[in-house]
C-alpha cells in the first residue's frame, strides 16, 4: 500500500496562470522532488494549492485572494486545483475549484468540489473519502513549512494539536468503541433496574448500587485530581533538577573563581618580591652605569703600577752611574777617563728624563684598587640579574592580566546569581519529594478505596444478576450485559495499551530521526513523547534539555523529528511538502536532515530556494534526486512558470 | 686618590628638584641621591659636557652614602676629570664640585628621556641602561 502524488494541475492559482507538474513514482533509491525557486516566485503557492485541494474551506474573499492576480479583473474567472495520487493502490483525481465573478464591491464564488477513483465519479461524501486519505487535523503533518514547524516542539501543544495527533495513530476509532461500550452498560443496566423495580425486589441492593457508583465516581474524581498534582510535584521535581545542575555548574564557577583570585594574589606577591628586587636593581643602577669606567680607571691603574715599578729600578740605576762618576773608578777598579765620564753623564741626563717621564704619584691605593676591582666583579655579575628580572616582571604582568580577565568575566557570569545555592534546591527538593510522597499514599489509598468500591459495586451487581435469571427477559439481559461489561473491559485495557504502544514507537523513531539530524550527538541520547504528545530532549547523564534552552535549528530538528515520526507511523503514510525548511538550521542540521530525506520512504517534495540547497548539497544527494523543476518568473505577464530543472 | 669630605653635602641643580620630587614621590627611583648617581652614571656613559651655571640645592651628606658608591663616583669621578682634560682634581671641594656637576648633566638628559613615560617605563629604562 502506497501513497504517491502523480500530477497537480493549477488554473489561475495565485502566482500561476495554467501549470501541470508530472511526479514520477518514487522508487527505493529515488525519492526526492525539488522545486527550485526565489523568494515570492511560487514556493509557497503549490504548497497552499496541496492544502486547498484537500480541505479547502475558503470563503468568498479568500478565494478571491487565491485567484491569479492578472484574472482578477477578468469579470467571471475559474480557479481550479487537481491532484492525481494513488492511495492504497487505486489512482484518485481530486479537483477543487471556483467560479468567480464580481457582484458590485463583492465577489460571488462558487466553490465545488470533484472525485474521480479509478476513473469513476464518486458522488457523495468525497469529505469522508478525504479525511480518511489525509484527515483535516493531521495535514499539518505533511504540508509543512519551516516557518511554523517549531510550534511543534513548544513544551505545551496548541488547542486541537493533541487531537490531531491522537486522529493521525487511529486512536479516537478505538476510543469511541470504548465509549460507546460504557453507554450500552448503562442503557442495560438501567434496564436491569427498571426489571427489577417492576418486580419490587432488592430496592435496597439497586440503592445500594446506586450509592456504591457514586462514590466510585467522586473515587476517580479525587484519583484525577491526585495523579494532576503528582504530575505537577514530578514537573516541579524535574525542573528543580535543571536548577541543580545549573547551581552545581555556577558552584563549579565560584570554585575556578576562588582559585583564580588566590593564583592572581600569588602573582602579585610574586610581582612584589620582582619589584623589590628591581628597586634594590635600581639603587645599584648607577654603579652599573660605572662598570666600563671602572674597567677603564683599574686597567689605567694597572699600567700605572707598571711604569712605577720600571721607575724604581731606573733610579737604582743612577744611583750605581752617579757612584762612578763620583769615585772616578769602575766597577773593575780602572780609573774612568773622560770619554768615559762623557758616557756616564750622557746615560744619567738620559735616566733623569725617564724618571721624569715616570713620575707623578699613584692614583690608587692597594685596598682601592682592590675594592674597585671587587665592585666591577659584583656589577657586571649583577647586570644579567637586572635584564632576568625585566622579563620576569613583564611575564608576571601578563599572567596577571589573564588571569584578571578570566575573573572578570567569571564575575560577569555569576552575576544575579551569588546567592544561589545547592543547599537551598536540596531543601526545596526534600519538601517536593515529601509532598509528592504523601501525594502517592493519597493515591494508593484511593486506589484501594477504589478497588473496594468496585469490588462492593460487582458483588451488588452479582445479586442483581441472580435475582434476574428468575425471568427470561432478565436472564437474556445478564448474559447480554456480563458480555458488555468484558468488553468494555478488554477494549479499555486495549486503548490504553495501544496508546502507550503508539507513543513509545513515535518516541523511537523521533529519538532515531533526532539524533541522526542533531549536531550535539554526543550530549543528547533521545528525546520522551509525554502522554501529551508533548516532547523533551534528555542528555546522557539523564538529564532534561529545556525546550526554552533548545535554539531555534534544535527546535526544528526536533519537530521535523516528531512529525515524520508521526506520519512514518499511519498505516499508509503520505508523501511530504516541505516548504524552505532550512531556515533555522546551520550547515550540519541542513545536512544531516537532508541525509535523513531518503531513508523516510516516502514521496518528498522539496520546495527551496537557492540557500536551502546550495550547488556542493544538492550535488550530495543527487543519487536521491526523483526529478528538479525551476520555478521561473515572467515578469512581463506576472506569472510564475514550472520547468524541468 | 682624593676622597670626599664626610660633612659635605652632595647637591643638585634647583631647577630639577621638581623632577627628582616627582620621580621619588611615584617610586620609581628611591631617594633623590639615587638620582643624582643614576644622573653621574649617564652622564659619564654618555660623555655630557658640563654645567656651567648651577644654583646648588644640597642633598645628603657624603657620610651617609655607601661605602661602594662613594668609592666608585671619587675614582670614576677623578679618571673623567683627566678623560675630559679638565685636568687633575685639585681637593676635596672640587671633587665635590665635579661629582655633582656631572650628576646634574646627567639629571637633565635623563629629564628629556623620559618624558612621558611611566614609572615602568622609566624602570626597564634604568635597568637596561645598566645592561647596554
Redesign the interface.
Known sequence: MSFEFRSLTLKNWLVYSEVKINFDAPDQKRNLIVFYGRNGFGKTSLLRALQFVFHGRLDHNELYNFLHDPQKNAGLSELAVTLEFLFDGQIHQLTRMATISPSGNAYNCSPSVKLIIDGHNQQDQIDDVIAKIIPKQTQQFVFFDGAEITRYSKRQHEDGVKEAIEQVLGIPAIRNLRDDLYTLIGKLEDEQADILSKQNIHTDLLQGKEEIEDLIASLETDKQTTSDRIKALRDALNKLQDEQIQVRLMEQDIRTLEEKEKRLADYEERLKEIESKIDEQIKSAPLRLLVNPIHNLLQQSEAKQRVSDKRALTQERKRIVEEILNDGNCICGRDIDDTATQVLENMLARIDVLVGQAGGKGDLAASEFTQLTRIHHDQQSKSAVATELISQKASINVKIDEVDADIRKLKESLKGHENASISDIYNQQADLENRLNMELKDQARIEMELDNAKRKSDDIQRKLDQSMTQTTQGDALKRTLLDTRNLHKAVSEYVEKLVKLKRIRIEEITTEIFLSITNKPDEYAGVTVEADYTLQVYRKDGSIVENEKLSSGEKEVLAYSFITALNLSTEIPAPFVMDTPFGHLDATHRNQLLDSLPRLGVQVLLLATDRDLPPVERDRIEPFILQEYEIIRDQKNARSIINPA | ?IHLEPNDRLFISEDLIGFADEITKQ????RRI?LM??G???A??NKLALPTDVKKHQLIQVAAIDK??L???E??A???AKEIELGEVKDEKALLDLICFIGIAGIRALQDRWKNKGK?QI??D??????E
Do not use: C, E, K
Not at chain 2, 126 to 131: D, E, F, K
Open positions: 686618590m617610586g620609581t627611583v628611591p639615587d648617581f643614576l653621574f652614571g649617564y659619564i656613559a661602594d658608591t668609592l666608585a663616583t675614582a670614576v677623578q679618571w673623567y615602568s624602570q626597564f634604568i635597568l637596561g641602561m645598566g645592561v
